[in-house]
């Protein structure tokens, strides 16, 4: 199949490309950089150099790609994630979910392809019922901002994935970890961690699920071949509470034990969107999409695959 990807060269999107192509597809990816074209072409892919946010050269670069299928791998987060700052990197991040969402959608119907697979959230499930969610649970979109806001964007864009596409699929991602993320070992949590300024809030019995980016790339492959328009969670097969997976994961690290920070303190630190998000998160059931497409994750656990990225426990 002719695959166009934004967001190349990525976290998830330098998987995404070899996998593709080690599946014996035909791979245009998209990156702005002229200098990351070089690592495009090693990984067997012909590169587009462009920005999602031109809209008349994104439809030149995708017709020249005469794709089948539009993989959406885009994000615009920073490396350090500055809680002061939330309202502005949300901002940031949103244009690309609306803006340039909107530009990969025209470009793709533009150029004929029938399918088109987008990189959405598995953690903003609202935060009530059970701990954890499966794909039909309301999203967080009434959280409290600049986290609603955000929540209603990615809604908003799924909704238009699905309205658009002649198949799309929405892939509600667990929290990355591996190369390229905030969890590597040269991350922005990792390097919090080891200076134990990454604490358990609350009680720690928030809910995160994971996906390595190796997991998040074979969803993305696996969902080629779908058919027909679907949301799916991509997580691993282990939720955990904060009270466990953050001291595991500071094990790994070979990081001093983790701090416990009651909410109220960590509201000063952190404001209080972040800290109702961190003291409330729930979990996502990755059931649907190893029914639909038998998809499984390599690491099924964050346990194992923390320690294969990060050291030792």
């Given at each position: 199949m002719r695959v166009f990807v934004a967001g190349a060269t990525g976290a998830v999107g330098k998987p995404l490309v070899r996998q593709l192509v080690d599946a014996g597809h035909q791979v245009v990816g998209l990156t702005r950089s002229e200098a990351k074209a070089a690592d495009l072409r090693?990984?067997?892919?012909?590169?587009?150099?462009?920005?999602?946010?031109?809209?008349?050269?994104?439809?030149?670069l995708v017709a020249q790609a005469d794709p089948e299928a539009v993989i959406h791998?885009?994000?615009?987060?920073?490396?350090?994630?500055?809680?002061?700052?939330?309202?502005?990197?949300?901002?940031?991040?949103?244009?690309?979910?609306?803006?340039?969402?909107?530009?990969?959608?025209?470009?793709?119907?533009?150029?004929?392809?029938?399918?088109?697979?987008?990189?959405s959230m598995g953690t903003w499930y609202r935060p009530e019922g059970g701990s954890i969610k499966?794909?039909?649970?309301?999203?967080?979109?009434?959280?409290?901002?600049?986290?609603?806001?955000?929540?209603?964007?990615?809604?908003?864009?799924?909704?238009?994935?699905?309205?658009?596409?002649?198949?799309?699929?929405?892939?509600?991602?667990?929290?990355?970890?591996?190369?390229g993320t905030w969890y590597a070992p040269d991350g922005e949590i990792a390097r919090r961690m080891r200076s134990?300024?990454?604490?358990?809030?609350?009680?720690?019995?928030?809910?995160?699920?994971?996906?390595?980016?190796?997991?998040?790339?074979?969803?993305?492959v696996a969902a080629l071949a779908a058919s027909a328009s679907a949301t799916y969670n991509v997580a691993d097969d282990d939720p955990a509470p904060a009270a466990e997976w953050i001291p595991w994961y500071a094990g790994a690290l070979g990081a001093p034990r983790p701090m416990k920070v009651p909410a109220f303190l960590a509201r000063l630190a952190l404001g209080g969107a972040m800290t109702d998000w961190l003291t409330t998160m729930r979990g996502a059931s990755n059931g649907a999409i190893k029914a639909a497409l038998a998809w499984a994750p390599r690491y099924t656990s964050w346990r194992e695959g923390f320690v294969a990225e990060v050291g030792r426990r």
């Open positions: 090693a990984l067997g892919a012909t590169p587009a150099v462009g920005d999602v946010f031109d809209r008349v050269e994104l439809q030149h791998q885009l994000t615009d987060l920073p490396q350090s994630m500055e809680p002061k700052h939330l309202q502005e990197i949300y901002a940031r991040n949103d244009r690309v979910r609306t803006e340039g969402t909107a530009n990969l959608l025209d470009a793709a119907a533009a150029a004929g392809a029938t399918r088109f697979v987008v990189q499966a794909e039909q649970d309301p999203l967080w979109t009434d959280g409290p901002e600049p986290l609603g806001s955000a929540v209603r964007t990615v809604t908003a864009m799924e909704a238009e994935v699905q309205r658009r596409s002649p198949i799309g699929i929405v892939l509600r991602y667990g929290a990355f970890y591996g190369p134990r300024g990454f604490p358990v809030v609350g009680d720690g019995h928030a809910i995160t699920s994971f996906v390595h980016v190796e997991d998040a790339a074979s969803a993305a």
